[in-house]
């Protein structure tokens, strides 16, 4: 049964959208590994801060169901179909990692490049997976984050103020 790692996000109404989600992922999935909650500054947009996480889930979905799954959640908390990429949003749920699986079909890639472009899903991954191996750069995420440029990093954890 594959790991899948799902990266989750929202700027609009977060307290509502993050441990909802949670709980839809939850439905979904049945146990997660949770991150913490991080707050972190938009990127590539003026905007409210976002809050992200990173959960760790078992499935023996395929991986186009899984998308689907997670695209169906983001629906239903109010996610257009239209929405840009760096734009205020009520809930993004990217799936980063699906066991050791490679691909690039249409919208669906695996990993997902920004595990290694943004902090906001890279430290909360090395966080619940910091000795699993990328599956093309062949290290670990508790190294990746470790090299990774925090310069000007505007991120910080929060508390989770919510039952998941």
């Known amino acids: 049964m594959p790991t899948g790692y799902i990266s989750i996000g929202s700027n609009i109404d977060k307290e509502i959208h993050i441990p909802s989600s949670l709980h ?8 997660l590994l949770i991150s913490s909650l991080y707050e972190t500054a938009a990127v590539g947009f003026e905007g409210n801060d976002f809050h992200n996480l990173v959960v760790q889930f078992n499935s023996d979905l395929e991986v ?7 695209r169906h959640i983001e629906l239903n908390h109010g996610r257009t179909r239209d929405s840009r990429k760096y734009a205020a949003r ?3 749920l990217d799936l980063i990692l699906y066991g ?5 079909d249409g919208r669906l ?3 997902r490049d920004e ?3 943004y902090a906001f899903v890279l430290e909360p991954l090395a966080e619940i997976a910091p000795e699993l191996i990328h599956p093309t750069r062949q290290i670990n995420y508790a190294t990746l ?3 990774y440029d925090k310069s ?8 989770i103020n919510f039952d998941v």
């Open 109 to 111: 890639h695996l990993p």
């Open 64 to 70: 186009k169901a899984v998308a689907k799954t997670l």
């Open 152 to 159: 000007n990093l505007k991120q910080t954890i929060i508390p």
């Open 90 to 92: 009520t809930l993004d």
């Open 100 to 104: 050791d699986l490679i691909m690039s």
């Open 145 to 147: 984050w470790r090299g």
């Open 115 to 117: 595990i290694e472009l």
């Open 24 to 31: 839809a992922l939850k439905e979904e999935f049945g146990p």
